[in-house]
Every structure is written in C-alpha cells, then in structure tokens.
C-alpha cells in the first residue's frame, strides 16, 4: 500500500514564495507517476502538475504555469512543489497524488484525478497579506 504524506504548507503573502514536499512509501517511488492538484473551498479539485518518473515529462495547470515547478528525487521517494509568485487565489489545501498510468502519460491524462491511485492528506496554503 502507498502512502503519501505532504509538507510544506502554511502562510505566505502574494509575491512570495513556498516549496511543498510529497513523500511516498510502500512501493517502488519510480514506478509512478507524481501529480499534484488543489482544493479551494467550495471548487471542484483542479490539477496543479504532474511529473513522469523519469521527470522527463512535467506538465502544469493553466493557473501556474510559469509560476509553479514540479520535481522530483528517486533516490529520496520525494515530490517537490516549488510555488513562486504566490497569489490569494493559490490558497487551497494542495494534494499530491500517485499514479502507474500505465498507458502512458500525457496532457490529458495527467490531469485527470481518476488517473491517480494514491492520494495525500493534503497540506493548506494560505496566500494573504
């Protein structure tokens, strides 16, 4: 059984900058496909980034491309978030998420909620002055 445990979060004022961990156990890291999505209050969960296992291939929301990097260390089972030029509407609790995809993945896959296996607790990420 995977588990997914984020960190990382907490209180940032817009322009800034936070860097959110994902750490996974149960089964090999590189096997999967790392995804991270966000839940505002009242919205549907939106798809933030995925990353291949190789991290050859990363894709982003529209919300935070340009804005939001997605990594990743097979060697340490670790999802990085890095978030710079925060804005209040990035406040969410952010989720990362574990899939095989074993069709491969792409754009659309990758943004799928249904293509992830595992999921986090998610950690809150609050942008205000």
């Known amino acids: 059984q995977v588990q997914l445990v984020e960190s990382g979060g907490g209180l940032v004022q817009p322009g800034g900058s936070l860097k959110l961990s994902c750490v996974h156990s149960?089964?090999?890291?590189?096997?999967?496909?790392m995804g991270w999505f966000r839940q505002a209050p009242g919205k549907e969960r939106e798809f933030v980034g995925a990353?291949?296992?190789?991290?050859?291939?990363?894709y982003y929301g529209d919300s935070v491309k340009g804005r939001f990097t997605i990594s990743r260390d097979n060697t340490k089972n670790m999802a990085y978030l890095q978030m710079n030029n925060l804005k209040p509407e990035d406040t969410a609790v952010y989720y990362c998420?574990?899939?095989?995809?074993?069709?491969?993945?792409?754009?659309?896959?990758?943004?799928?909620?249904?293509?992830?296996?595992?999921w986090g607790q998610g950690t809150q990420v609050t942008v205000a002055s």
């Open positions: 990353i291949s296992w190789s991290a050859y291939t990363r």
């Open positions: 149960g089964h090999t890291f590189a096997e999967y496909t």
């Open positions: 998420a574990a899939g095989t995809l074993i069709g491969g993945l792409n754009e659309v896959v990758a943004g799928l909620k249904s293509s992830y296996d595992y």
